[in-house]
């Protein structure tokens, strides 16, 4: 081959790659491809550019790239010496003047002012305006220029080499359109369909039909009869309501990472045909759809998740569908990192592309999210639940590092990639400052502990209000001083009691436990109560870990992130049946007391102690407690719920295995049941 074609061919290999390989430098713009930023536009002018740019000028400097062999000396065309060279410019001004016939020369000038010479936000300008340039044109040039020749005189780009350039910008300009629109997409569908099915909550379905329709399509367990209860101890099954919206998160995934694809040929990026082109399009659509699902999956991960003031689904729902986009955006990374290691393999780049700092970020970004996966199952989250929190937010910050850095160090903030990430730290950012503007507005408080038996213990803390539940930290008892965690906030109002101290109480939302009957008399001695106070009270069973430490301790030092959870309206149901098991009482006194209707507890404990402990608290309640024997929860609800006209609400709160019978129990009894009316409420903790 000719010494001067082969130069010819290596720079237009070197301008190939440049347009998916190594660094991109450029202007700052704001906003995303298509929504505030455009690539190519004009598309008739950077294309007549392009075809130039890889043309050596007489200003050109000569730089060696014989790589050890009998080459000639290449070039490299600096910023001066575009904005200066005559032929080029003339040339130029001559390719735009025939290929954008009807635009409106203002904007042509504005494209020659910021882009003849580069892209860059510093830059020399032309020295003669479009207009000039186009007038010191005196005859209609003869020669015709192909991409990648010497251009030393004024010359016709060539037809062919135009068009391919045309093709490829404008097609993938295109292209990266569509992944910022489906990546908006999953964003807004992701948010949007959770409030939206909050809202048919008002619309006046009739009970009964909402009944049945729960029973049937909303409340049990996806498959089989666990919900709560782990399947092999390594996951959790989804409701019925749960798995539409997984699969619907999953189902979009799919469609937007394999839809809206088109190949067009000539095309100068990818001269070799469609395979490469289509496979760069997938590649940077599921990368963009992973940072997308990036910023999904923080959204629903936070407790102070905008999401759970707008619609009536619970923490617990919003956790599981932040596992599930997890696992979905880690496998778009890993795809889309996959095929560039494919292509810079192939094209025999990867050796020197994987020293430069964007492909090192990007690693590192990929191993962390695909370290996070294993490193979160449900064993590892149960066993070492403090663990995993330290390493789950040191590896999603390296995850979010790496992903900004990876397109920094890649496109500077030219194409507004580094935005989907903005937009994670930004929600990321706004959970913790509201956890600590909670903490904060409570200050640091002391904690009264009593211990009931050897099971449960009483924490008092004074001065402090909310409901629901609220996060309890003692840095006192740990050298993990962000250690916290939730239970329910049974009262508000503190009493000193007579003749022991048996205040208002609440339970531990993270973990509960089991089932003679009590009658409902109180002694005299138990109701004098002295003046109320403001403060939270709640009920711990200790088992291990920081909750077990407290029964060595009186009194000590606490945070108090408050308040959680609002509870739900039931008023509009006559009666209000409450399962509860162990401490979870506690998150059923709240419902019980603020119930304008008829209500009934029924209590499974595995002591007498929080029997006697509670007894005050529930003054005035209807109840039937299990005392060491377990309760027949499909009895209970069946002999209360069969046949009753009126419109009934269940509340569950206890341990996993009696949530999911009181979950499976209820369906079936509406399934089989004629005009029953009952709305299914549970009050958990989900690891």
Same mark, same amino acid.
């Given at each position: 081959?000719?010494?001067?074609?082969?130069s010819?061919?290596i720079l237009?290999?070197?301008?190939?790659?440049?347009?998916?390989?190594?660094?991109s430098?450029?202007?700052?713009?704001?906003?995303?491809i298509?929504?505030?930023i455009?690539?190519?536009d004009?598309?008739?002018a950077?294309?007549?550019?392009d075809?130039?740019?890889?043309?050596?000028?007489?200003?050109? !400097?000569?730089?060696?790239?014989s790589?050890?062999?009998?080459?000639?000396?290449?070039?490299?065309?600096s910023?001066?010496?575009?904005a200066t060279?005559?032929?080029?410019?003339?040339?130029?001004?001559?390719?735009?003047?025939t290929?954008?016939?009807?635009?409106?020369?203002w904007?042509l000038?504005?494209?020659?002012?910021?882009?003849?010479a580069?892209?860059?936000?510093?830059?020399?300008?032309?020295?003669?305006?479009?207009?000039?340039?186009l007038?010191?044109?005196t005859?209609?040039?003869?020669?015709?220029?192909?991409v990648?020749?010497?251009?030393?005189?004024?010359?016709?780009?060539?037809?062919?080499d135009?068009?391919?350039?045309?093709?490829?910008?404008?097609?993938?300009?295109?292209?990266?359109?569509?992944?910022?629109t489906?990546?908006i997409?999953?964003?807004v569908?992701?948010?949007?369909?959770?409030?939206?099915?909050?809202?048919?909550?008002f619309?006046?379905f009739p009970?009964?039909?909402?009944?049945?329709?729960?029973?049937?399509?909303?409340?049990?367990?996806?498959? +089989?009869?666990? %919900?709560?209860?782990?399947?092999?101890?390594?996951?959790h099954?989804p409701?019925?309501?749960?798995?539409?919206?997984?699969?619907?998160?999953?189902?979009?995934?799919?469609?937007?990472?394999?839809?809206?694809?088109?190949?067009?040929?000539?095309?100068?990026?990818?001269?070799?045909?469609?395979?490469?082109?289509?496979?760069?399009?997938?590649?940077?659509?599921?990368?963009?759809?992973?940072?997308?699902?990036?910023?999904?999956?923080?959204?629903?991960?936070?407790?102070?998740?905008?999401?759970?003031?707008?619609?009536n689904?619970?923490?617990?729902?919003f956790?599981?569908?932040?596992?599930?986009?997890?696992?979905?955006?880690?496998?778009?990374?890993?795809?889309?990192?996959?095929?560039?290691?494919?292509?810079?393999?192939?094209? +025999?780049?990867?050796?020197?592309?994987s020293?430069?700092?964007?492909?090192?970020?990007?690693?590192?970004?990929t191993l962390?999210?695909?370290?996070?996966?294993?490193?979160?199952i449900?064993p590892?989250?149960k066993?070492?639940? !403090?663990?995993?929190?330290?390493?789950?937010?040191?590896?999603? &910050?390296?995850?979010?590092?790496?992903?900004?850095? %990876?397109?920094?160090?890649?496109?500077?903030r030219?194409?507004?990639?580094?935005?989907?990430?903005y937009?994670?730290?930004?929600?990321w950012?706004?959970?913790?400052?509201?956890?600590?503007?909670?903490?904060?507005?409570?200050?640091?408080?002391?904690?009264?502990?009593?211990?009931?038996?050897?099971?449960?213990?009483?924490?008092?803390?004074k001065?402090v209000?909310?409901s629901?539940?609220a996060?309890?930290?003692?840095?006192?008892?740990?050298?993990?001083?962000?250690?916290?965690?939730p239970?329910?906030v049974?009262?508000?109002?503190?009493?000193?009691r007579?003749?022991a101290?048996?205040?208002?109480?609440?339970?531990?939302?993270?973990?509960s436990?089991?089932?003679t009957?009590c009658s409902?008399?109180?002694?005299?001695?138990?109701?004098?109560?002295?003046?109320?106070?403001i403060?939270?009270?709640?009920?711990?069973r200790?088992?291990?870990?920081?909750?077990?430490?407290?029964?060595?301790?009186?009194?000590?030092?606490?945070?108090?992130?408050?308040?959680y959870?609002?509870?739900?309206?039931?008023?509009?149901y006559s009666?209000l049946?409450?399962?509860?098991?162990?401490?979870?009482?506690?998150?059923?006194?709240?419902y019980?007391?603020?119930?304008?209707?008829?209500?009934?507890l029924?209590?499974?404990?595995?002591?007498?102690? &929080?029997?006697?402990?509670?007894?005050?608290?529930?003054?005035?309640?209807?109840?039937e407690?299990?005392?060491?024997?377990?309760?027949?929860?499909?009895?209970?609800?069946?002999?209360?719920?069969?046949?009753?006209g009126?419109?009934?609400?269940?509340?569950?709160?206890?341990?996993?295995?009696?949530?999911?019978?009181v979950?499976?129990?209820?369906?079936?009894?509406?399934?089989r049941?004629? +005009?029953?009316?009952?709305?299914?409420?549970?009050?958990?903790?989900?690891?």
């Open positions: 081959m000719p010494k001067s074609k082969l010819t061919l237009v290999c070197a301008h190939i790659l440049g347009v998916w390989s190594m660094v430098t450029g202007r700052d713009a704001h906003g995303l298509g929504y505030g455009s690539m190519y004009p598309l008739c950077f294309t007549c550019r075809t130039l740019s890889t043309s050596i000028l007489t200003c050109s !400097e000569h730089v060696d790239m790589m050890g062999m009998d080459m000639d000396m290449d070039s490299e065309t910023p001066d010496c575009f060279n005559d032929a080029f410019l003339q040339t130029l001004a001559y390719c735009i003047f290929h954008c016939q009807g635009l409106p020369v904007r000038e504005e494209y020659w002012t910021m882009n003849v580069g892209t860059s936000a510093h830059q020399p300008l032309p020295k003669a305006t479009y207009q000039q340039t007038a010191n044109i005859t209609r040039p003869a020669a015709t220029l192909a990648g020749e010497d251009l030393d005189e004024v010359m016709i780009v060539a037809g062919g135009y068009e391919a350039s045309y093709n490829a910008h404008g097609i993938f300009e295109k292209m990266e359109r569509h992944h910022e489906y990546g997409i999953l964003i569908t992701g948010s949007a369909i959770p409030v939206l099915f909050s809202l048919l909550r619309l006046p009970t009964t039909a909402t009944t049945k329709f729960n029973a049937w399509l909303i409340d049990p367990p996806a498959f +089989g009869s666990r %919900h709560k209860m782990p399947i092999a101890g390594l996951f099954m409701t019925r309501g749960q798995a539409f919206m997984v699969s619907y998160l999953v189902a979009i995934n799919v469609i937007l990472s394999a839809v809206g694809f088109k190949s067009v040929q000539p095309n100068s990026f990818y001269p070799s045909g469609s395979n490469r082109e289509i496979a760069t399009y997938l590649t940077n659509r599921v990368g963009v759809l992973s940072f997308a699902n990036i910023a999904l999956l923080f959204l629903y991960a936070g407790r102070n998740n905008v999401l759970l003031w707008m619609t689904w619970s923490h617990g729902t956790l599981l569908l932040h596992r599930w986009v997890a696992w979905i955006a880690t496998l778009q990374a890993v795809i889309h990192s996959a095929i560039y290691l494919q292509f810079y393999v192939q094209d +025999g780049t990867h050796a020197s592309e020293k430069m700092p964007y492909w090192i970020w990007g690693v590192i970004a962390s999210m695909s370290i996070l996966l294993p490193a979160s449900l590892i989250r066993s070492v639940y !403090e663990f995993f929190l330290a390493w789950h937010v040191l590896l999603s &910050i390296f995850t979010l590092v790496g992903c900004l850095w %990876h397109i920094l160090e890649r496109f500077q030219q194409w507004g990639y580094e935005n989907w990430i937009a994670a730290i930004a929600i950012g706004f959970e913790r400052a509201m956890r600590l503007a909670r903490l904060a507005g409570n200050g640091v408080k002391t904690a009264q502990v009593t211990v009931i038996d050897e099971d449960y213990v009483i924490v008092d803390i001065g209000s909310g629901g539940h996060y309890l930290y003692f840095p006192a008892l740990t050298w993990r001083v962000w250690e916290n965690h239970f329910s049974a009262s508000a109002a503190q009493t000193q007579v003749p101290r048996i205040l208002e109480h609440s339970v531990d939302v993270e973990k436990g089991n089932t009957d409902d008399s109180d002694s005299a001695e138990r109701r004098h109560r002295a003046p109320v106070e403060g939270l009270t709640f009920v711990l200790t088992k291990t870990g920081l909750t077990k430490q407290l029964r060595g301790h009186g009194a000590l030092p606490v945070l108090v992130e408050s308040a959870g609002p509870h739900e309206d039931l008023s509009e009666l049946i409450c399962i509860a098991g162990g401490v979870g009482v506690t998150a059923c006194l709240p019980l007391r603020a119930h304008p209707g008829s209500s009934k029924f209590w499974g404990v595995r002591s007498q102690g &929080i029997v006697d402990a509670m007894a005050l608290l529930l003054t005035g309640v209807e109840k407690v299990f005392v060491g024997r377990r309760m027949k929860v499909a009895e209970v609800l069946h002999k209360e719920l069969h046949d009753n009126s419109s009934i609400a269940v509340l569950v709160s206890g341990p996993s295995g009696m949530a999911d019978e979950r499976c129990a209820v369906s079936e009894i509406v399934k049941s004629k +005009g029953v009316k009952v709305k299914l409420l549970e009050e958990a903790f989900s690891w």
